[in-house]
């Protein structure tokens, strides 16, 4: 019954801040806020403590397990950098030459995509998928190259 009053309905979960500078330098709770918000939910990475990974696709997994069989799916989205005013709002500018932000249209595209096509997991841009296969696969070599290269 779930399943029929739901059919064709989207729900986006989109909610996450950034943090400028070391985990050392953040209060108690400034960390209990961005996890709260971020629910431990994007790759960390250096300068980018608040934003710790895996909790957000454990629940996307456990969610999809128990309601599949009721005919919903759940699609996780990992978004790379988005032209967003998060930066702004952050007081810290985007200055990487790479990754270039992508725009919020490129992702609302792959999610709308994703979506039609029953598509469990997505990358945007889909080449920052690689990271994060080679970080579970060798995640020794990952260290090495993150370590010379973020």
């Known amino acids: 019954m779930l399943a029929q009053a739901i059919r064709g309905a989207v729900v986006v979960s989109n909610a996450g801040v950034g943090w400028s500078g070391s985990f050392a330098s953040m209060s108690e709770r400034e960390i209990d806020s961005l996890l709260d918000l971020n629910l431990r939910g994007r790759p960390p990475g250096p300068g980018r ?9 454990s629940l996307a997994d456990a969610l999809r397990t128990e309601i599949r069989s009721v005919g919903i799916g759940v699609t996780m989205v990992t978004p790379g950098v988005v032209a967003t005013p998060n930066f702004e709002r952050r007081n810290s500018p985007y200055q990487r030459r790479h990754p270039r932000p992508v725009s919020p249209q490129i992702v609302a595209t792959a999610i709308a995509d994703a979506v039609e096509n029953a598509r469990e997991d997505i990358v945007v841009p ?3 998928s690689f990271p994060a296969r080679l970080k579970v696969s060798f995640p020794a070599l990952y260290r090495l190259l993150e370590s010379r290269f973020a």
């Open 126 to 128: 889909g080449w920052q």
């Open 49 to 57: 403590a608040g934003l710790p990974a895996a909790g957000l696709g």
